[in-house]
C-alpha cells in the first residue's frame, strides 16, 4: 500500500480523535472515540504493527462497553476487565513482534482497567500514562501520526485536568471567603 495513503488514513483518525474531545455528549463522544480507534487500527495494520492494531481494535469495544459499565456492579465490571484483560493478552501474544509491541500492549492493558473500573478523575489521571504508552509506541513503529496523536491526547487531558484543578481551588477559596458563585 503506497506511503501516502497510509498517512493518510492515519490523519483522517488523528483528526476523527481529536473531534471526539469536542463532541458535547458524552454517548456521542464514544462513538466518534470508538471509530476514531478503528481507524487507527487499520492504520496500525496497513503500517505493519500488528499488535497495535489488535489491541486498539479491541479497545474499540472497549470504549463501547466502558460507556456503560460505569453502571455495571463491580462484580459485572471486574468480569469485564479480567475478559478484555484476557483478549489482549491473547491478541500481544499472537501478534507479538519483540521488543516495538511492548507500548501498545502496555498501554492496552493499563487502559483496560482504568477505562473499566476508574471513576472520572482517576480515569483522567490514568489517560496520561496511556498517552505517554502510545506515544512510545508511535516512535517504535515508526508512526508520525500515532506519535502526534498521543501527543495531542496527552495535552487535552493535561489541559482538562488543569483546569478541573483550577475550578477546583476557585471554588474552594470562594467558599472559604464566604463569596456565593
Do not use: E
Request: glycine share 8%; net charge positive; proline share 2%.
Amino acid at each position: 500500500m503506497p506511503t501516502l495513503l497510509v498517512d493518510f488514513i492515519g490523519l483522517i483518525a488523528l483528526l476523527c480523535g481529536l473531534s471526539s474531545y469536542a463532541m458535547p455528549q458524552r454517548k456521542t463522544m464514544l462513538f466518534v472515540s470508538s471509530g476514531s480507534t478503528l481507524i487507527w487500527a487499520l492504520y496500525f495494520l496497513l503500517k505493519g504493527a500488528h499488535t497495535a492494531a489488535a489491541v486498539i481494535l479491541v479497545g474499540a469495544v472497549r470504549i463501547l462497553v466502558g460507556a456503560y459499565a460505569v453502571h455495571w456492579a463491580q462484580l459485572a465490571r471486574l468480569s469485564a476487565t479480567a475478559g478484555f484483560l484476557f483478549i489482549v493478552c491473547t491478541f500481544s501474544y499472537w501478534t507479538w513482534a519483540g521488543i516495538s509491541s511492548l507500548p501498545s500492549t502496555l498501554a492496552a492493558l493499563f487502559l483496560t482497567v482504568a477505562s473499566l473500573n476508574f471513576p472520572q478523575q482517576r480515569l483522567r489521571y490514568s489517560f496520561l500514562l496511556g498517552d505517554c504508552l502510545w506515544i512510545w509506541n508511535g516512535f517504535a513503529v515508526d508512526s508520525v501520526f500515532g506519535a502526534l496523536s498521543a501527543f495531542a491526547g496527552l495535552a487535552v487531558n493535561s489541559i482538562l485536568l488543569l483546569r478541573s484543578s483550577d475550578y477546583r481551588s476557585r471554588l474552594q477559596f470562594t467558599q472559604v471567603q464566604g463569596i456565593s458563585v
